[in-house]
């Protein structure tokens, strides 16, 4: 079969045939992949940046999978042939001492798809059970692979308390962002404040498009600007979903004084004063991936209609194109990528 492979320590994928996997654990489950999207984590593999070189090589790359179950393992009850699913990137070993607090992102024993193991840029996906959940029949599977990183931010959803008339801001209109602000949207959020670069001008005209206040940063002062739209008392709710140089210290800056930051976007270190978390009383939330209500809930949100995924896919390609659907992200001009095997 077909499949994305990183398999040189330099920057670049090849797309080329790799060996069907067939062994089965006994709580694995062998998946048909329908479709898989291109992640911003497999961007940096592309680019071979430093903190991903443990990886590895050669690995398929793909973590976004949605598809159909072809085989299961000789203990899997829960799945049977034909079951459509979607995949976590790991659910979790289920024994360790995270798992047992049912705190499964945060696992022991991370295995993650694409990165640990081979992923789903390909026909088919080994997947253990603990990744797998099942999605209904309304549900397409191109719009189904994007419910991975719709569960990335409403976790940080979870994390955080908003309520009805809060007002947000979210640093970062990637498809992670953009994401944030329809959730915000539909849970009666006031005000919804999205800032983003220049280079994120048409992503800031799909934030406008789902509800959101865009705010160019090479403009306009995220600060004076939050401000003026919140009576002079900051955002309810900040979430830094950007991973840039000192986004940080500029959520902290926008956050009205008891107010929530949720921290998703992973960044570079970068110097941060703590004082202003002191003087307004924040909450800081890490916020890791995705935990099973994060799914249960995703996954309810895409079938009832509430949330479109589709809305943010721009390109669906066949395999063969992967190389165009890598540089079509790193250019920028697609929100989500979808491969399709
Ligand atoms: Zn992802
Ligand atoms: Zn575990």
């Given at each position: 079969m077909?499949?994305?492979?990183k398999?040189?320590?330099?920057?670049?994928?090849?797309i080329?045939?790799?060996?069907?996997?067939?062994?089965?654990?006994?709580?694995q489950?062998?998946?048909?992949v329908k479709?898989c999207?291109v992640?911003g984590?497999d961007?940096?593999?592309?680019?071979?940046?430093?903190?991903i070189?443990?990886?590895?090589?050669?690995?398929?790359?793909?973590?976004?999978?949605a598809?159909?179950?072809?085989?299961v393992g000789?203990?899997?009850?829960?799945?049977?042939l034909?079951?459509?699913?979607?995949?976590?990137t790991?659910?979790?070993?289920?024994?360790?001492?995270?798992?047992r607090?049912?705190?499964?992102?945060?696992?022991m024993?991370?295995?993650?798809?694409?990165?640990?193991?081979?992923?789903?840029?390909?026909?088919?996906?080994?997947?253990?059970?603990?990744?797998?959940?099942?999605?209904?029949?309304?549900?397409g599977?191109?719009?189904?692979?994007a419910i991975e990183?719709?569960?990335?931010?409403?976790r940080?959803?979870?994390?955080?308390?908003?309520?009805?008339?809060?007002?947000?801001?979210?640093?970062?209109?990637?498809?992670?962002?953009?994401?944030?602000?329809m959730?915000?949207?539909?849970?009666?959020?006031?005000?919804?404040?999205?800032c983003?670069?220049?280079?994120?001008?048409d992503r800031?005209?799909?934030?406008e498009?789902?509800?959101?206040?865009?705010?160019?940063?090479?403009?306009?002062?995220?600060?004076?600007?939050?401000?003026d739209?919140t009576?002079?008392k900051g955002?309810d709710?900040?979430?830094d979903?950007s991973?840039?140089?000192?986004?940080?210290?500029?959520?902290?800056?926008?956050?009205?004084?008891?107010?929530q930051?949720?921290?998703?976007?992973?960044?570079?270190?970068?110097?941060?004063?703590?004082?202003?978390?002191?003087?307004?009383?924040?909450?800081?939330?890490?916020?890791?991936?995705?935990?099973?209500?994060?799914w249960?809930?995703?996954?309810?949100?895409?079938?009832?209609?509430?949330?479109?995924?589709?809305?943010i896919?721009?390109h669906?390609?066949p395999?063969?194109?992967?190389?165009?659907a890598?540089?079509?992200?790193m250019?920028k001009e697609?929100?989500?990528?979808?491969?399709?095997?």
């Amino acid at each position: 079969m077909l499949g994305v492979v990183k398999s040189k320590p330099e920057i670049g994928i090849e797309i080329r045939e790799v060996l069907e996997p067939d062994h089965l654990k006994k709580n694995q489950v062998l998946i048909e992949v329908k479709a898989c999207g291109v992640c911003g984590s497999d961007l940096h593999i592309y680019q071979w940046e430093p903190f991903i070189q443990w990886i590895k090589l050669p690995r398929v790359l793909g973590h976004e999978v949605a598809g159909t179950v072809c085989k299961v393992g000789a203990e899997v009850k829960e799945f049977e042939l034909g079951d459509r699913i979607v995949a976590d990137t790991w659910g979790g070993c289920g024994d360790c001492y995270y798992c047992r607090l049912g705190k499964f992102n945060l696992c022991m024993y991370q295995t993650r798809l694409g990165q640990h193991v081979d992923g789903g840029m390909a026909k088919y996906v080994i997947v253990p059970k603990n990744s797998l959940y099942k999605i209904p029949e309304q549900i397409g599977f191109q719009e189904a692979s994007a419910i991975e990183p719709l569960g990335v931010i409403l976790r940080t959803f979870e994390r955080c308390d908003l309520k009805p008339g809060d007002d947000i801001a979210i640093i970062g209109p990637g498809p992670i962002g953009l994401f944030g602000v329809m959730l915000a949207k539909a849970s009666g959020a006031a005000k919804i404040i999205v800032c983003g670069l220049n280079e994120d001008r048409d992503r800031l005209k799909l934030a406008e498009k789902f509800g959101a206040i865009p705010v160019n940063v090479a403009e306009e002062s995220p600060k004076e600007k939050v401000f003026d739209l919140t009576e002079g008392k900051g955002a309810d709710i900040v979430m830094d979903v950007s991973g840039g140089k000192g986004s940080l210290t500029e959520a902290v800056k926008i956050a009205k004084p008891g107010g929530q930051i949720g921290l998703v976007g992973i960044g570079p270190e970068s110097v941060f004063a703590p004082n202003i978390v002191v003087d307004k009383e924040l909450s800081i939330h890490g916020s890791f991936r995705r935990q099973p209500s994060t799914w249960f809930r995703a996954i309810k949100l895409v079938a009832n209609k509430v949330i479109d995924t589709r809305e943010i896919i721009t390109h669906a390609l066949p395999l063969t194109k992967a190389e165009e659907a890598f540089q079509i992200l790193m250019r920028k001009e697609g929100i989500k990528v979808i491969l399709l095997p």
